[in-house]
């Protein structure tokens, strides 16, 4: 089982960046495919970006080239980097972290970090 804790959320003005930190612990961080959510009020949570252990990585459409999501499997951490901010990406920022085996799927979440952004 792992557990995940997220930082580096909070208020910054449209256009600006933030780099959002995942620490992951207890477990064997290279087994598991990790991502970034988010869930604005009154809204589905929704992927952000995903990495694999192979350092695969894939992106929601309307993020691709704002947002890179990279690990660092010396710190069992991902991070995602968040450039150009909208009001649109106010949201709670979950980290999400999935381990696939022949018996299913082990799925975890963080608490999650708030993102505002706004003038």
């Known amino acids: 089982q792992v557990q995940l804790v997220e930082s580096g959320g909070g208020l910054v003005q449209p256009g600006g960046s933030l780099r959002l930190s995942c620490a992951a612990s207890g477990s064997i961080f290279s087994i598991y495919d990790m991502a970034w959510y988010r869930q604005a009020p009154g809204k589905q949570r929704e992927l952000v970006a995903r990495i694999t252990p192979g350092t695969t990585t894939n992106y929601a459409d309307s993020l691709k080239g704002r947002f890179t999501i990279s690990r660092d499997m010396t710190k069992n951490t991902v991070y995602l980097q968040m450039n150009s901010l909208k009001p649109e990406d106010t949201a709670v920022y979950y980290c999400?972290?999935?381990?696939?085996?022949?018996?299913?799927?082990?799925?975890?979440w963080g608490q999650g970090t708030q993102v505002t952004v706004s003038s």
């Open positions: 999400n972290a999935v381990h696939h085996t022949s018996f299913g799927d082990f799925t975890y």
